[in-house]
T-cell receptor
Framework: NAGVMQNPRHLVRRRGQEARLRCSPM?????VYWYRQLPEEGLKFMVY????????ESGMPKERFSAEFPKEGPSILRIQQVVRGDSAAYFC????????????FGQGTRLTVV | GENVEQHPSTLSVQEGDSAVIKCTYS??????FPWYKQELGKRPQLIID?????GEKKDQRIAVTLNKTAKHFSLHITETQPEDSAVYFC??????????FGAGTRLTVKP
């Protein structure tokens, strides 16, 4: 059972371009969380999804950011028209439907906007 | 939603001493409290967790305590070693929904 897979590991985008970050949860996991981490800072909640549903997107900026977790395929975090302030590490974590169990993190995608 | 606060933000101890990190949470319905360790450049990984039906849990040099009435929980590391140096995050969730993390504590263990 492979762990949570995120790709790409590193992504460089010019200002104004789009960034797509992918997260394949562990097999059997139906919950996905996305977090943003700035250098030397903590994990800031962005969005919580279950298959085909956004459960809580209160941590995600209303503009330029969107997330999905389709029935088939990975979860996608999409950032349109990136700006320098979007540069950060983006981590996803997945957990099974069972309650009160560990959430496993992916290796993260380090986005650099130049 | 849940709000988790974590203190201190940085902690420096001498090798062999104990380290204590404290967290508070706001949602009284939260019932799962994991602790994660993140080494530089790596992903956070679970080191211990506690559920709301117990008050304390221990795993070798690591222990976690939970006070549901006061809505706070703590991580205790005894006999610290240099390899314990990392950033530690507490988290709280209700039935695995909406897991929120504290801001993290950077622990430095000086040899």
């Amino acid at each position: 059972n492979a762990g949570v897979m995120q790709n790409p590991r590193h992504l460089v985008r010019r200002r104004g371009q789009e960034a797509r970050l992918r997260c394949s949860p562990m097999k059997g996991h139906s919950h996905v969380y996305w977090y943003r981490q700035l250098p030397e800072e903590g994990l800031k909640f962005m969005v919580y999804l279950q298959k085909e549903n956004i459960i809580d997107e209160s941590g995600m900026p209303k503009e330029r950011f969107s997330a999905e977790f389709p029935k088939e395929g990975p979860s996608i975090l999409r950032i349109q028209q990136v700006v320098r302030g979007d540069s950060a590490a983006y981590f996803c974590a997945s957990s099974p439907q069972a309650t009160n169990t560990e959430a496993f993190f992916g290796q993260g995608t380090r986005l650099t906007v130049v | 939603g849940e709000n988790v606060e974590q203190h201190p933000s940085t902690l420096s101890v001498q090798e062999g001493d104990s380290a204590v990190i404290k967290c508070t949470y706001s949602d009284s319905a939260s019932n799962y409290f994991p602790w994660y360790k993140q080494e530089l450049g790596k992903r956070p990984q679970l080191i211990i967790d506690i559920r709301s039906n117990v008050g304390e849990k221990k795993d070798q040099r690591i222990a976690v305590t939970l006070n549901k009435t006061a809505k706070h929980f703590s991580l205790h590391i005894t006999e610290t070693q240099p390899e314990d140096s990392a950033v530690y995050f507490c988290a709280a969730s209700r039935n695995n929904n909406d897991m929120r993390f504290g801001a993290g504590t950077r622990l430095t263990v000086k040899p």
